[in-house]
């Protein structure tokens, strides 16, 4: 049973755009959530997290919005440019991080 | 500062060949994890350890053994490779902040 479950599975925005990627877990007991962008070939690094205990988190053109009690969280990514283009994967942690399937995302000029 | 280092990066084995994937961090992590990564199926826990001298399976260990040699290197090893675990393994290591860091990966490839 995934733990994390994430959408969409891929995503083409124009540069300029908003990119929206979802989602959604069940374990209350989950105490922290991280989104990690990875580029072909490299390991997944960490690109904004959140608490949930806060709504909201803003970090340059990236938000987490977190919505404790539909256990849905969500990246928005502002401005989308295509050095953007890369894969992102949502996280929840209790004891060990659970990831949700990635999201690929390609902005185009 | 090197961070997490994993060895070899590309390996191919034949079915039925042992080897051991190497991950060293040099951040003084108490956590270390070994994940495999497929397409469309995210990142995979397969073994982690939350200390020196303790080792937990994850979500899909069969066919693996894994050490925590001491706190700086976790290592996980496939007895009798299978073309089922070509794959690319990730170690990473998380500290106190929650921050989990990973390396570059391994690129397995089992015919």
């Known amino acids: 049973q995934q733990q994390v479950k994430q959408s969409p599975q891929s995503l083409i925005v124009q540069k300029g755009g908003i990119s929206i990627i979802n989602c959604a877990y069940e374990n209350t007991a989950f105490d922290y959530f991280p989104w990690y962008q990875q580029f072909p070939g490299k390991g997944p690094a960490l690109l904004i997290a959140?608490?949930?205990?806060?709504s909201e988190k803003k970090e340059g053109r990236f938000t987490i919005s977190f919505n404790k009690s539909a256990k849905q969280f969500s990246l928005h990514i502002m401005d989308s440019q295509p050095g953007d283009s890369a894969t992102y994967f949502c996280a929840a942690h209790f004891n060990k991080f659970y990831f949700g399937s990635g999201t690929k995302l390609n902005v185009k000029p | 500062n090197a961070g997490v280092t994993q060895t070899p990066k590309f390996q191919v084995l034949k079915t039925g060949q042992s080897m051991t994937l190497q991950c060293a961090q040099d951040?003084?992590?108490?956590?270390m994890y070994w994940y495999r990564q497929d397409p469309g199926m995210g990142l995979r826990l397969i073994y982690y350890?939350?200390?020196?001298?303790?080792?937990d399976k994850g979500e899909v260990p069969n066919g693996y053994n894994v050490s925590r040699l001491n706190k700086r290197e976790f290592s996980l090893r496939l007895e009798s490779a299978a073309p089922s675990q070509t794959s690319v393994y990730f170690c990473?290591?998380?500290?106190?902040?929650?921050?989990?860091?990973f390396g570059q990966g391994t690129r397995l490839t089992v015919v």
């Open positions: 990473a290591s998380r500290g106190w902040g929650a921050e989990a860091f």
């Open positions: 959140i608490r949930p205990d806060v």
């Open positions: 350890s939350a200390s020196e001298g303790t080792t």
């Open positions: 951040m003084n992590h108490n956590s």
